[in-house]
């Protein structure tokens, strides 16, 4: 079993940043790809973010060049900083991990984001 919290959502206005972090406990040692997702108010869920441990590191369009995950071994923990923020990032942000050898996914209870003046 895998157990993430994430922290750090919050309301801030059109331009500005957040930082959120997902800290992970449990059976992490063999996760092979950590990930932020999000969702927004009627749509589905999408990827933002994701490091395939060892091979690489995914961005989806709307986020290049304005997000960078990043994660810290020693503390257990995924990040996602997030800049010039839009309103239509809004949406609830939700940690993911997977582990390839057993097709298992674990999510976080997810944390909000606000961008609105």
């Known amino acids: 079993q895998v157990q993430l919290v994430e922290s750090g959502g919050g309301l801030v206005q059109p331009g500005g940043s957040l930082r959120l972090s997902c800290a992970a406990s449990?059976?992490?040692?063999?996760?092979?790809?950590w990930g932020w997702y999000r969702q927004a108010p009627g749509k589905e869920r999408e990827l933002v973010a994701s490091?395939?441990?060892?091979?690489?590191?995914y961005y989806a369009d709307s986020v290049m060049g304005r997000f960078t995950i990043s994660r810290d071994t020693a503390k257990n923990t995924l990040s996602l900083q997030m800049n010039s923020l839009k309103p239509e990032d809004t949406a609830v942000y939700y940690c993911?991990?997977?582990?390839?050898?057993?097709?298992?996914?674990?999510w976080g209870q997810g944390t909000q984001v606000t961008v609105s003046s």
């Open positions: 993911n991990t997977y582990r390839i050898i057993t097709k298992t996914s674990y």
């Open positions: 449990g059976d992490i040692f063999s996760i092979n790809v």
């Open positions: 490091i395939n441990i060892g091979i690489s590191i």
